[in-house]
Nanobody, 122 residues
Framework: QVQLVESGGGWVQAGGSLRLSCAAS????????MAWFRQAPGKEREFVAG????????IYADSVKGRFTISRDALKNMVSLTMNSLKPEDTAVYSC???????????????WGQGTQVTVSS
Protein backbone atom coordinates (compact mmCIF):
# COMPACT_ATOMS: atom_id res chain seq x y z
CA GLN A 1 0.00 0.00 0.00
CA VAL A 2 1.48 3.29 -1.11
CA GLN A 3 1.49 6.06 1.47
CA LEU A 4 2.64 9.64 1.15
CA VAL A 5 2.51 11.53 4.43
CA GLU A 6 3.20 15.25 4.59
CA SER A 7 4.37 17.19 7.61
CA GLY A 8 5.77 20.59 8.48
CA GLY A 9 2.85 22.84 7.68
CA GLY A 10 1.72 25.61 9.98
CA TRP A 11 1.28 29.32 10.43
CA VAL A 12 3.93 31.86 9.55
CA GLN A 13 4.11 35.60 9.01
CA ALA A 14 4.80 37.00 5.57
CA GLY A 15 8.51 36.91 4.80
CA GLY A 16 9.03 33.85 6.94
CA SER A 17 10.06 30.31 6.05
CA LEU A 18 8.73 26.78 6.37
CA ARG A 19 10.02 23.38 5.38
CA LEU A 20 7.57 20.69 4.32
CA SER A 21 8.43 17.02 4.24
CA CYS A 22 6.77 14.05 2.59
CA ALA A 23 7.56 10.52 3.73
CA ALA A 24 6.94 7.84 1.11
CA SER A 25 6.36 4.14 1.73
CA UNK A 26 5.03 1.16 -0.20
CA UNK A 27 6.69 2.14 -3.49
CA UNK A 28 10.13 2.03 -5.07
CA UNK A 29 10.89 5.63 -4.19
CA UNK A 30 13.94 5.93 -6.43
CA UNK A 31 11.84 5.03 -9.48
CA UNK A 32 9.36 7.88 -9.06
CA UNK A 33 9.39 11.55 -9.85
CA MET A 34 8.00 13.59 -6.97
CA ALA A 35 6.16 16.86 -6.85
CA TRP A 36 4.40 19.33 -4.61
CA PHE A 37 1.03 20.80 -5.42
CA ARG A 38 -1.13 23.25 -3.52
CA GLN A 39 -4.79 24.13 -3.36
CA ALA A 40 -6.18 27.32 -1.91
CA PRO A 41 -9.85 27.65 -0.89
CA GLY A 42 -12.06 28.08 -3.94
CA LYS A 43 -9.21 27.47 -6.36
CA GLU A 44 -8.00 24.54 -8.40
CA ARG A 45 -5.02 22.47 -7.36
CA GLU A 46 -1.86 23.92 -8.87
CA PHE A 47 1.64 22.64 -9.49
CA VAL A 48 4.34 24.08 -7.23
CA ALA A 49 7.56 22.12 -7.80
CA GLY A 50 8.78 18.79 -9.15
CA UNK A 51 11.93 16.70 -9.05
CA UNK A 52 13.02 13.79 -11.22
CA UNK A 53 13.54 10.29 -9.84
CA UNK A 54 17.30 10.84 -9.82
CA UNK A 55 17.06 14.26 -8.22
CA UNK A 56 19.15 15.78 -10.98
CA UNK A 57 16.44 18.00 -12.43
CA UNK A 58 13.79 20.22 -10.91
CA ILE A 59 11.00 22.43 -12.22
CA TYR A 60 9.05 25.17 -10.50
CA ALA A 61 5.95 27.23 -10.97
CA ASP A 62 6.83 30.80 -11.91
CA SER A 63 5.09 32.05 -8.78
CA VAL A 64 7.54 30.26 -6.47
CA LYS A 65 10.75 30.26 -8.52
CA GLY A 66 13.64 31.65 -6.52
CA ARG A 67 11.76 31.29 -3.21
CA PHE A 68 11.01 27.55 -2.97
CA THR A 69 13.41 24.61 -3.28
CA ILE A 70 12.44 20.97 -3.75
CA SER A 71 14.82 18.20 -2.76
CA ARG A 72 14.76 14.48 -2.12
CA ASP A 73 16.57 12.05 0.15
CA ALA A 74 16.90 8.59 -1.38
CA LEU A 75 18.02 6.99 1.87
CA LYS A 76 15.06 8.31 3.87
CA ASN A 77 12.48 8.01 1.06
CA MET A 78 11.54 11.64 1.61
CA VAL A 79 10.94 14.70 -0.49
CA SER A 80 11.06 18.18 0.98
CA LEU A 81 9.96 21.65 0.02
CA THR A 82 11.84 24.56 1.57
CA MET A 83 9.78 27.71 1.33
CA ASN A 84 11.35 31.13 1.90
CA SER A 85 10.02 34.68 1.60
CA LEU A 86 6.50 33.40 2.06
CA LYS A 87 3.58 35.55 0.93
CA PRO A 88 -0.08 35.50 1.98
CA GLU A 89 -0.93 34.17 -1.49
CA ASP A 90 1.10 31.04 -0.68
CA THR A 91 -1.60 30.05 1.81
CA ALA A 92 -2.97 26.65 0.75
CA VAL A 93 -3.05 22.95 1.49
CA TYR A 94 0.19 21.51 0.16
CA SER A 95 0.26 17.91 -1.08
CA CYS A 96 3.04 15.73 -2.38
CA UNK A 97 2.60 13.37 -5.30
CA UNK A 98 4.49 10.57 -7.02
CA UNK A 99 4.49 9.81 -10.73
CA UNK A 100 6.44 8.20 -13.53
CA UNK A 101 7.79 11.49 -14.88
CA UNK A 102 8.06 15.00 -13.51
CA UNK A 103 5.42 17.20 -15.09
CA UNK A 104 3.05 20.03 -14.23
CA UNK A 105 -0.38 18.45 -14.83
CA UNK A 106 -2.00 16.60 -11.94
CA UNK A 107 -2.84 13.73 -14.28
CA UNK A 108 0.86 12.83 -14.47
CA UNK A 109 0.84 11.62 -10.86
CA UNK A 110 -0.39 8.27 -9.59
CA UNK A 111 -0.19 8.70 -5.83
CA TRP A 112 -1.11 11.58 -3.55
CA GLY A 113 -0.75 12.51 0.08
CA GLN A 114 -3.51 14.00 2.22
CA GLY A 115 -1.87 17.39 2.45
CA THR A 116 -0.68 19.81 5.10
CA GLN A 117 -2.01 23.32 5.70
CA VAL A 118 0.25 26.32 5.24
CA THR A 119 -1.09 29.69 6.36
CA VAL A 120 0.83 32.90 5.74
CA SER A 121 -0.44 36.02 7.48
CA SER A 122 0.25 39.56 6.32
Amino acid sequence: QVQLVESGGGWVQAGGSLRLSCAASGLMFNKYAMAWFRQAPGKEREFVAGITSTGRSTIYADSVKGRFTISRDALKNMVSLTMNSLKPEDTAVYSCAAGDNVARPTIAYNYWGQGTQVTVSS
